[in-house]
């Protein structure tokens, strides 16, 4: 007799993860990989980081639980964050630390919303918002946010057909596309919200990475959004799985007893290390001009069939390619090109139902070395095609 199966395991599949799994078997079996499937800087935390991590080994303490919002040491040192980065006075006791920002949205959903709500989400966008609310059986508006309409979802027509979601959730910079809103759109989305008693989460995992001047955060505008931030991407931790959130303060109370009972705490040690990132701007604001020139790199020399539509990436490090000259089966084909090159890239269906099979996103959140290299496999490759 068959066993019963909850609705989750309909979950897709993370495509972008299911990549880089077949590219790292590729690669113990002694496959020479290019990784441009995942968003994860090639350098390391700051060595002081690593040295906070190290000292903390030698207390007895550091080994044990944090209270479930985290070490009040580290919520005061991103409290000051705010302050520094943004001009933002913050009370850390709004803060959560949480494995990952990953697990802050797993917070933000149950907390604020219930089975059936809708959020509203722009496409394409990071497929992990999409899957992780099926399998929470909250519904996915869908947002079209296309080339067209320079990127943004269009929030007046979801008034005009009576529309309106129980939440929005938006990235800047996002990903895939690297867009990055401009602080009157960001001011112009909060009110939008405010003013119909919408939730809005944002994501702002991407702060710190931008081309041009540095983003506002959406606390400048409202203290009703949730806002998720992370130490993987700007702070270079992906593997410490630290993230943060700060909460509106109806919601603290519940996402405490949600993290107590999710995961008791974040991982002690790694809080610990991480209060140091918070005196490392310098060394990590030194990354930033690498995935400029990475991404300028993929503009210049890949090739012409990959640069079709592109979105603009004025932040974040990925490159949201229009492929349609070459494909309408997106991860046919990035499963091709790995087998061919080795070069590891993230289908377009990941962010995107629609549109997606014919985009595919490239990370280029590596070393100089390895985008060259993937360049000159990709331009092989298509002459290889004969194209
Ligand atoms: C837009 C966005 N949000 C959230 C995450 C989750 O990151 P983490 O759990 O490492 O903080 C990612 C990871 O790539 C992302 O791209």
């Given at each position: 007799m068959a066993l019963k199966v909850s609705q989750a395991s309909e979950i897709p599949a993370f495509l972008a993860m299911q990549v880089m799994k077949r590219a790292k078997e590729m690669q113990a079996a002694g496959g020479d990989l290019v990784h441009l499937e995942v968003g994860q800087p090639s350098t390391p935390p700051p060595a002081t980081v690593s040295n906070a991590l190290q000292a903390s080994l030698k207390h007895v303490a550091s080994h044990g639980y944090s209270v479930g919002l985290g070490l009040p040491e580290l919520r005061q040192r991103i409290g000051q964050h705010y302050q520094d980065w943004y001009q933002l006075p913050l009370d850390w006791q709004r803060i959560a630390v949480t494995p990952?920002?990953?697990?802050?949205?797993?917070?933000?959903?149950?907390s604020a919303f219930d089975k059936g709500d809708r959020i509203a989400i722009a496409t394409p966008g990071y497929p992990a918002y999409f899957n992780l609310m099926l399998a929470l059986g909250i519904k996915p508006q869908l947002l079209p946010a296309r080339a067209a309409q320079n990127?943004?979802?269009d929030l007046e027509s979801?008034?005009?057909?009576?529309?309106i979601p129980d939440g929005l959730l938006l990235a800047s910079p996002a990903n895939p596309t690297?867009?990055?809103?401009?602080?009157?759109?960001?001011e112009a989305v909060c009110r939008w919200c405010d003013k119909h008693g919408v939730r809005l989460i944002m994501d702002e995992i991407y702060h710190g990475l931008t081309f041009g001047k540095r983003t506002k955060s959406a606390l400048a505008y409202t203290d009703n959004a949730i806002i998720i931030n992370s130490f993987s991407k700007y702070f270079c931790m992906t593997g410490w799985r630290l993230g943060w959130m700060v909460l509106p303060e109806d919601l603290a109370p519940t996402a405490e007893m949600?993290?107590?009972n999710m995961y008791i705490s974040a991982a002690t040690i790694n809080q610990l290390g991480a209060i140091a990132a918070f005196d490392c701007y310098d060394e990590l604001d030194a990354h930033i001009p690498r995935y400029e020139e990475n991404r300028d790199l993929l503009y210049r020399c890949l090739p012409a069939e990959f640069l079709g539509n592109h979105a603009p990436s004025d932040g974040a490090f990925y490159l949201y390619a229009d492929v349609s000259a070459l494909t309408n089966d997106s991860i046919a084909f990035a499963d091709r090109i790995l087998t061919d090159t080795g070069v590891a890239m993230t289908p377009g269906v990941d962010f995107d139902a629609v549109d997606g099979p014919s985009h595919m996103r490239l990370s280029y959140a590596g070393s100089t070395q390895d985008v060259k290299k993937a360049i000159q496999r990709l331009n092989d490759w298509l002459a290889g095609q004969g194209r």
């Open positions: 990952g920002s990953s697990l802050g949205f797993a917070i933000a959903f149950l990127w943004m979802p979801l008034v005009a057909t009576d529309n690297g867009v990055v809103m401009c602080d009157d759109e960001l949600l993290a107590q």
